[in-house]
């Protein structure tokens, strides 16, 4: 089975990848990389969960699972990227540190410029089953290494001189150009599938169930990562979000470059698109229903006590 997308197709998703990324970094400032400086421990245990234990969870996961080397591989690629932009909107939705979480963003995006294709080689490796589409590909992984530069770092740079030149439009733009951009992918995704939704139905039934467990797993590494550390309560809800929120867009990217062939890897990035933002909303909530009730008590025994 083929994944029908075309050279067009793909354009336009670079596109929408890269702005993107410059939406979420017009309110980046140099005191948010100093902030990880000064205070590293909760964005150095969330980059810890996200580019060293998920990628080899997943790796060992699929391998002793014996999923699928096509599925296994995408997964393995999904867990390779760096955390997704909404992670932001998610946790200042679930009461989290936005500001752990936005340096984490910037911090990891920059990061998956050389850990992305490191990871997904090197996964994609030592795991038996994947490794012969590796090899019969001959993945090149300085020609993914641009592809990030080019839809992540580049647009970084750009959008915080842009933010840092016009401030006022910086403020005003932002939250916008999250919203529309995240329509627009959902929409980019939903007609993907709408276009290949036979070969969709031919392997829901394994895709669906993957992707949800991988999920997870991410959501679940960050959240014990953070925890046993230590951390703050706002921070560790940051971290579980950062690691569970996956870039899936940048694997989609990456698969139509260069696996355009490998309809399970792409059906796996792309219901990863549409799964964690459904998971991500959820936890959001409860944590906000949490937080909500916490407060509530508290201000309740404050007028008893008074």
């Known amino acids: ?22 939406g979420v970094s017009l309110s980046l400032t140099g005191d948010d990389f100093r902030r990880v400086v000064q205070r590293p421990d909760a964005p ?20 002793w699972f014996e999923v699928d080397a096509e ?44 850990m992305t294709p490191f990871n997904f080689s090197l996964y994609g490796w030592i795991n038996p089953h994947t490794r012969p589409i590796l090899t019969d590909i001959q993945l090149d992984s300085l020609e993914i290494l641009m592809l990030v530069v080019l839809v992540l770092g580049l647009p970084l740079v750009i959008g915080m001189a842009v933010g840092k030149a016009f401030p006022a439009f910086a ?92 309809s399970g890897m792409i059906l796996i990035a792309a219901f990863w698109g549409v799964w964690h933002l459904v998971s991500g909303l959820v936890l959001a909530g409860i944590w906000s229903r949490q937080t909500a009730r916490g407060e509530a008590g508290a201000r309740q025994t404050e007028g008893e006590s008074s």
């Not at 994944?3 to 354009?11: A, C, K």
Request: hydrophobic share 60%; proline share 3%; with cysteine.
């Open 171 to 262: 403020r005003g733009a932002q939250k916008p150009m999250r919203y529309i951009t995240l329509l627009v992918l959902l929409l980019f995704v939903g007609v993907a599938f709408g276009n290949n939704v036979d070969v969709f139905l031919a392997t829901a039934d394994r895709i669906v169930g993957l992707v949800v467990l991988q999920n997870l797993l991410a959501l679940g590494l960050g959240a014990f990562a953070a925890g046993f550390t230590g951390l703050p309560r706002a921070d560790r809800r940051a971290i579980t979000m950062e690691v569970g929120i996956q870039n899936s867009g940048l694997g989609l990217a990456i698969l139509f470059t260069f696996f355009p062939d490998e």
């Open 71 to 114: 599925l296994a591989l995408g997964m393995i690629l999904v867990a390779s990227c760096p955390g997704g932009s909404f992670s932001n909107i998610m946790t200042w939705l679930g009461r989290g540190n936005v500001a752990v979480s936005v340096s984490m963003t910037a911090v990891s995006s920059l990061a998956a410029m050389v």
């Open 1 to 22: 089975m083929e994944v029908h997308f075309g050279s067009e197709n793909l354009l336009i998703l670079n596109v929408i990848l890269a702005f993107m990324m410059f």
């Open 44 to 63: 150095i245990v969330g980059l810890l969960a996200q580019f060293v234990l998920l990628p080899a969870a997943t790796c060992l996961t699929t391998w």
